[in-house]
């Protein structure tokens, strides 16, 4: 009944909140059981996203610079681009305010050069790995010439900011896809490539998935023609900060679960790499859409989870993915998104931020069983 009424913009985020008290922070639901530890090599860790989602795979990869190989950014933009201010985000570093706030984005809008200064800053202070480590990683960046969200100058000024902080012309990649809009593109799967719209999952005759995972980890086996390995529902509180721990735990923004997706081999003790794939706005599990998703049901569910494509890649590359879940937060962060400009602390792009740490936390479980 709830999908069916109409909204004023206000009564939507106080819906997609009240269905949460009741259904997640509550703790009416049953508990998912935590990450296995498995036989991965957690400096073989890659990460990739889609528009917030890519800010955040962004800031992970520059904070745990160490640990990350490589990264596929998806219609997003530099690190720390907002820097703690949510209009700098909504109006400079993309157009996602509009009507409310005229866009302003430019060739530079971002100010790279701050940012660079910003970064070797936070390496002083410990507070990030040192960006040396950038130099040595493999990146993919993928615009669509058609986004009006995060335009395709936002892609330019993140191929300035790795650029200055030395990462080498032959380990960057980019891909401008003429026909897509603000869109995770896959090769039949989803909405008109060109259609900027929830789920923003595009069929644009392009494997994003595919694309970023050879990129970063050189040529894959074939893919399988359907999914052979296990997705696996976990629990992600027992990943947070000690002091995010407990019934408001949802302040930081993460759900109650996240995925993961473990191919038979990986689950028999073989040798895997992981990989780190983050859902953009309304793209999470527990996202409430205005209308009903075509699947069925309320949310989005697993949506994503099952259909970027990188579960098939993983059953023949000896690669576990997860997809942790990012959650809708009323009146502070309606739409679901990934925390890149700060609602859940000034810390959100570096080592002490709750979600970097919270994904940091999941690497490190899921490599806890790794063999010499």
């Known amino acids: ?29 049953m508990a998912a059981p935590p990450l296995p530890a498995l036989n991965i090599d957690v400096s073989q860790t890659s990460v990739s996203g889609i ?9 992970f990869q520059v904070a745990h610079a160490s640990t990350v190989r490589g990264a596929g950014i998806v219609a ?12 700098t985000a909504v109006a400079k570093c993309s157009c996602t305010g509009e009507p409310s706030v005229p866009c302003q984005v430019s060739e530079n809008s ?8 910003a970064t070797h800053q936070l390496a002083e202070q410990n507070k990030i790995d040192s960006p040396a480590k950038i130099a040595q990683q493999k990146v993919l960046i993928l615009a669509g010439r058609k ?24 380990n960057l990649s980019r891909v401008t896809l003429d026909n897509a809009a603000h869109t995770m593109p896959t090769p039949d799967y989803g909405i008109a490539c060109a259609k900027q719209d929830e789920p923003y999952i595009g069929k644009c005759h392009y494997d994003s998935a595919r694309n970023i995972l050879s990129w970063i980890y050189g040529p894959l086996k074939a893919a399988s023609t359907k999914a052979k390995g296990r997705l696996v529902e976990f629990d992600q509180r ?13 302040h930081g923004g993460m759900d109650n679960s996240g995925w993961l997706y473990v191919p038979n081999s990986c689950a028999k003790g073989e040798p895997c ?62 739409n679901g998104c990934w925390d890149w400009w700060g609602y859940s602390g000034a810390d959100y792009a570096n080592q002490n931020g709750v979600q970097i740490q919270t994904l940091k936390a999941m690497v490190d479980r899921l490599g806890a069983g790794a063999r010499p």
């Open 110 to 117: 971002a100010a790279v050069p701050e940012l660079v200064n």
């Open 147 to 170: 986004d009006t969200l995060v335009p395709l100058a936002i892609a330019d000024q993140l191929a300035a900011y790795y650029t200055a902080l030395g990462l080498p012309a032959a």
């Open 51 to 59: 528009s917030s989602g890519g800010f955040m795979a962004v800031q």
């Open 238 to 250: 027992g990943y947070l900060p000690a002091a995010q721990q407990g019934l408001f735990s949802w």
């Open 273 to 334: 790499r992981l990989h780190i794939a983050l859902h953009g706005c309304k793209q999470g599990q527990s996202y409430l859409p205005l209308q009903a998703p075509a699947g069925g049901g309320l949310y989005y569910g697993t949506t994503f989870v099952r259909n970027s494509g990188y579960n098939r890649w993983a059953d023949n590359n000896h690669l576990v993915i997860l997809y942790p879940q990012a959650v809708s937060i009323p009146l502070q962060n309606p």
């Open 76 to 87: 997003s933009g530099p690190y720390a681009c907002a820097q703690n201010n949510v209009l």
């Open 1 to 29: 009944m709830l999908r069916h009424l109409t909204l004023t913009p206000l009564a939507t985020p106080l819906r997609r909140g009240l269905l949460f008290i009741l259904t997640g922070c509550t703790g009416l639901v």
